[in-house]
């Protein structure tokens, strides 16, 4: 199971206490709680994303239901 904790988000610990890099900060999200995103087609959902890279080099990470929620 891949947890999405990541995000660069309004609620993020560095963006609270002011420590995130500043290239980042433009980018974070408003109204999306990292806590929220316990697997991939709940964040899909929450982010609408305008694509999908698989960097992990995990073959089948993404399903067709994965890439038809995010058109």
């Not at 290239?23 to 109204?31: D, M, V």
């Not at 960097?55 to 890439?67: K, M, Q, V």
């Amino acid at each position: 199971t891949i947890l999405y904790t990541y995000f660069i988000t309004t609620d993020r610990y560095d963006y609270v206490d002011g420590t995130m890099a500043e290239h980042k900060k433009p980018w974070a999200q408003e109204g999306l709680k990292n806590e929220d995103n316990k697997d991939l087609m709940t964040v899909i959902r929450h982010v609408k994303p305008t694509g999908l890279l698989g960097l992990s080099t995990i073959p089948g990470a993404f399903t067709i239901h994965h890439l038809s929620l995010s058109l």
